[in-house]
């Protein structure tokens, strides 16, 4: 029970990743805070938690509004007394070609990829370091965080960031005991890809296995970047991507 008693919210945690991680986290010993917009699916993953004998409450929030996730972060508190990390999951994607993507477009995933991020280890960081709570934050970055994919401008603007916000806030929380590391999924076999298995299939054989990545494998990761054998990972982005990265299929 590496992380007993610790205390962190998962956002994005109604399905997919948030949800897996939920529970590796949970059962690592980790009290859950459940996050998403999806506020009945949100519930049933702290439902689940329950029912193994974890402490998880749920809460509706728009990680896109700064005060709803100021609102998570305090809800977290008063619920379990203190807060020892976040793991900033919840995201979108927008494909459109970049002649095609007006502001609009762009600023919707900006807001819920990027500055969401901010928001959530800002508030949980000015909380942590005034309870003076040491932990981790945890932040999903992509793949296409370090490259280019045509009709995802605004997406791959937003997981560079990311990558570049968990190393900034890394040095900046250090001396408060407050790690930070992003992660950067390949692509995951959840429901945001749809259903055109053409287009899966496409994706599958980018990845070295030749197959999608499951959702419980990148949360076996995010598992252990909380934990504290991981404590020499610090302001890096770790790629659970299958090979993505380093081989052109």
């Given at each position: 029970m590496e992380l007993k008693d610790q205390v962190i919210i998962v956002t994005g945690a109604a399905s997919g990743i948030g949800r897996e991680s939920a529970v590796a986290l949970a059962k690592k010993g980790a009290k859950i805070i459940s996050a998403d917009y999806n506020d009945q699916g949100a519930e049933k993953t702290a439902e689940e938690l329950r029912e193994i004998g974890v402490p998880a409450f749920s809460f509706k929030v728009d990680v896109s509004k700064a005060e709803q996730v100021k609102a998570l972060v305090d809800f977290a508190v008063e619920k379990f007394g203190t807060l020892n990390g976040i793991f900033n999951n919840a995201g979108i994607g927008l494909v459109k070609p970049f002649l095609e993507m007006?502001?609009?477009s762009y600023m919707k995933v900006i807001e819920v990829d990027q500055h969401s991020v901010y928001y959530g280890m800002w508030y949980a960081a000015k909380k942590m370091v005034e309870l003076k709570a040491k932990g981790t934050f945890v932040n999903t970055a992509s793949i296409y965080g370090t490259m280019a994919s045509e009709g995802s401008f605004n997406y791959n603007a937003a997981k560079a960031a990311v990558v570049m916000m968990?190393?900034?806030?890394?040095?900046?929380?250090?001396?408060?005991?407050?790690?930070?590391v992003g992660v950067a999924p390949g692509f995951i076999n959840t429901s945001i890809l749809g259903d055109d298995k053409a287009m899966k299939d496409t994706l599958a054989k980018q990845h070295?296995?030749?197959?999608?990545i499951e959702p419980e494998k990148v949360a076996s990761?995010?598992?252990?970047?909380?934990?504290?054998?991981?404590?020499?990972?610090?302001?890096?982005?770790?790629p659970v991507d299958d090979g993505f990265?380093?081989?052109?299929k």
């Open positions: 007006e502001p609009a968990s190393k900034t806030a890394a040095l900046e929380l250090a001396p408060y005991g407050i790690r930070v070295m296995h030749g197959r999608l990761v995010v598992a252990f970047l909380f934990s504290d054998a991981a404590q020499a990972i610090n302001g890096t982005t770790v990265l380093v081989f052109k």
